[in-house]
């Protein structure tokens, strides 16, 4: 074991770490709630820290693996907490199970989200820099914008979707039969959601997340992704087809973001499409950026700690925002310090000595 | 690595000059052939009327002065660049409607002037990538980790150490590319476009910024990498050493024209080459 340990790429050992610190702070975490030590105001943070962790470990993949800044990764989000809901709302009364219903509104989210991926992916993924950050950024707003004037409802005759671009119609439009339900209700988003998402579920998802994330990176589609990031001209040079390998990090990013939403969307009660906005994709910039670019175990940390952080400082009410400004500066300073740095690196070099002269 | 490189002309081509291509190349179809080759950048005319047969296994030189269209050439013919005129055969088969991944995938691999590494992977993924494809799993094997992931990474780790291990680089597997001393980047960046499977090697410049002593190394892996592959190559290189000690074939790109060709004595003593290197002498 120990030798088997010793041979393997620090890579894969990180990794192991990575899944073994997720599953050891959910089990930590549902002990305590079975043990009533968790106040409600944590229990109601569990399952939207999920989402927000696969938000972030997704966006690293298009940021840090492939190096292109993207805006508007809450738009994907969207997509997948409309379609979510959408599907969870449509299968209440055919499928009673709530766990069968959250699987499959998280595959339609998740689908819908790839395919919005796709289609913005394509025109897109053209640019490069601050012109593909802009593009992504006018694109999720185009999103949210379609889905403002989105109406969609149910009954047995199926679905009735209807765009209300020129503001003149409303839900009544959609024709509904007495049983039908409304859905989707334009501008003001939808209500009356069954809150089926739970903190198990929300953990699986996660999982997930990262076995696809860390598992696609480690193979030969993640080194052709990462060679693109590196150098561009020199992956053309040894046969990479950059616009696909793009759109593969790209898609794959987006279809986890819809994974994500629909399991937001299935949290709440009501959802409307202006809580996925810029602030939404800038915020889990942030927290690819300050876990380090590229690096998985960092984004997750770094969503816990700062989606934590606010609430854990609303007793500073009026300074609370402050401190969490200054707690963000002061983290990316310190993060970008070479002298830090090389303090840790000697303090890791005569940790290791002295190990090595036990040994001996 | 004996099925490495072994490619069947697929349509045979007359050598156009025999003498200048290596005597065992002699029967055989050229495996880069150059016709009437041309770029034009808006009104600047940058490559004009390039002819050139490289023999199979043939080390050839391409060299001349600054900004005389020698890296335009490699451009040329990695499709970085599109030709305005003329046609590059390669292994007898047109390039004209191929890009870059096309043309690396019938054959051509290349370095660069200014090191291009993949500078935040380690070595081995470096040489990885060159195998990208002659992998054969998709991303979906790549996710879920099905057998054939493991077979073929076990391959490509296999490939990659055997590779690395004939330029006694082996030990450097897990080193970040971008952390090698510069020499070793440069042998790297080399290892890499072999393991992409080529026919013809493009090396530009591989001697830039060396020392005597790693020159000479150099020109010894460059000797074995002929002789081991059995694969051409095509080198852009100022160090006249380099050039005159290994290169059987040279020709020499003045202002984008070729204006000799030749084996290395007869460019040496070629007046038109002395004239574009050092200048006219002043009459009287």
Known sequence: MKSYLKNMKSVTKVDFATYLGVILAFVIVTVCQNMDLLSRQVTGMLVPICCYVVMAVSLNLTVGILGELSLGHAGFMSVGAFSGVVTSMCLSESIPNEL????????????????????????????????????????GEIIRDIINCLLVGWDENGLHIALNIDGTKNIDSLGLSENGIEIIKGAQGASGNDRIATFTVGFVLVMITLVVVLNLVRSRTGRAVMAIRDNRIAAESVGINITKYKLIAFVTSAALAGAAGALFGLN????????FDFNTSIMVLVYVVLGGLGNIWGSIVATVVIYVLPEALREYADLRMLLYAIILIVVMLVTNNPTIWNFFARVHQQLRERKGGQVE | MSNHLHREPTRLVPVPNPNKIPERDIDKAPILECRHLGIDFGG??????FNMAIGRTEIAGLIGPNGAGKTTVFNLLTKVYQPTRGTILLDGVDTNNMNTVQVNKAGI????????????????DNVKLGFHNHIGYGMWSGIFRLPNYWKSEKVAHERAMELLSIFDMDYMARYTAGSLPYGAQRKLEIVRALATNPSLLLLDEPAAGMNPSETAELMDNIVKIRDTFGIAILLIEHDMSLV?????????LNFGQIIAKGTPDEIKNDPVVIEAYLGKRKEG
């Open chain 2, 244 to 252: 005159m000690g290994i290169c059987e074939g040279i020709a020499v």
């Open chain 1, 268 to 275: 709440y009660a009501s959802v409307s499409a202006d809580q």
């Open chain 2, 109 to 124: 691999a290349r370095t660069f002037q200014n090191i291009r590494l993949f500078n935040n992977l380690t070595v081995e």
């Open chain 2, 44 to 49: 600047l005319t940058a490559v004009k009327d």
């Open chain 1, 100 to 139: 069968v219903r959250v699987v499959l509104a998280l595959v339609v989210g998740t689908i819908f989200a790839a395919i919005t991926g796709v289609i913005v992916g394509v025109p897109v993924l053209r640019l490069r820099g601050d012109y593909l950050a802009i593009v992504t950024l006018a694109f």
